[in-house]
């Protein structure tokens, strides 16, 4: 548990700003708290829905490039020399560089697609489920950091209740040795120094544990912290109000298998990626066919200083007027080179459809292997809550037995196996509580069950 929680401490700590820093104001959460906050300040699932926000912009960019037409506007300005001579006689018309003005020329084109053979009704396809992919990840990381959250949560519970027990070993130790001294003093036949040797030792081995349950809770408050965003030196602390509560229902494994191929957002963002390709290579494939589109321009000059000339067979640059639309085809003859995006983007569908088949088979094994971890650790805290039972039975009557003898072996050993058994109960209890937090995260449960 320890060397768990020091890994997430490690990995935890690159998390941004603190909530309170310096607050000497205490704060208490509960596991629903700290759940919401986790969600709320986690930078993997920023960068997720910052990721999501880029893929709603290409997605409506997709879908303008479908109904929108193209829209160029192009204006210039230059010199623009004047005009002498005859304007109604060809021949004497020429241009008149000391009378020099100023033009203006505008240019509107327009080109609207008409027929792309599946180009763009594609394109905006494979936004659309890129847009879906990216959502999924979001949910998916959600899911990842309750489950983190529990883990740390259960964690600082288990160490916390193991300090609880070592104070109380502690305590009793203390009055074991208080009642051996005065037996010594009283001149007691059953007892010895020996007895207070065999209970140095037993106190030393119970200090020992009570400073890793110490170390163990700092650790964890300290990753937890660092997962929520909460400044380092804040009086924090957790309040588990599900200690004691009831269980929840097993269901049947092939619940939670349908569960995890219906609800995993993994899952969903392997399809969504699966059906994007395909849309993708569609699009490839269109560009095997010519691109139709209608293509229009508008053209005008202004040379204000210039006299305009009404004359058909003279072309005059600066004062005009002049339009047309026309239907155009395009074709890229580079067939080699399309032929090659093309297969590249059959590879990538191919591989990732192998990738969605791979990953369902695995989701069935690790489904059905969380929920044998999590049958295991039921029977587990139902036998070491017996075998716990057992052991405080054996305890009392071995406490009865050093009040009359005085004999400490029996008591040290029932000592032993009592905090031995406390111990195994709760971290039983440790075990049965992430192996249910883990089989919500396998079966795409872990948000909607995030507070239990």
Known sequence: MLRFLTHMLATSLITGTAIAQGSAQPVRMTLEQCVDRALMVSPDIEQAVLAVKGLEARLSEAKFAGITPQLQWTNIFGPAPGIKGDTEQIETIRSDLSDLGVFSRTHIELVQPLYTFGKLGNAKKAAGYGLEAGEAAVESKKNDVVLQVKKLFYGLVLATELKEIILESEEKVGEARQRVNEMIEEDSEDVGQNDLLKIDVFEFEVQQSRARAEKSIEMGKAALMALLDIDRFSDFDIVDVAAGTDPPRLEGLNVYIEQAKSRRHDIRQLRAGVLARRALLKVARSDFYPQIALAGSVQWGIAPHRPELDNPFLRDEFNFIRGGAVITLRQNFNFGLTRAKYL??????????????????????????????????????????????????????????FDVTGDSSELLDAYTAHAKMQHAHRQALFEYRVSLAELDHVTGNGVSNARR
């Open 344 to 401: 590249a983007r059959k590879a990538e569908l191919e591989s990732l459809a192998s990738r969605e088949s791979q990953a369902l088979n695995a989701v069935e094994l690790q489904v059905e292997q969380t929920y044998r971890d999590v049958i295991e650790a039921s029977a587990n805290v139902v036998n070491s809550d017996r075998a716990l039972r057992s052991a405080r039975a054996w305890l009392t009557a071995a406490t009865l037995g």
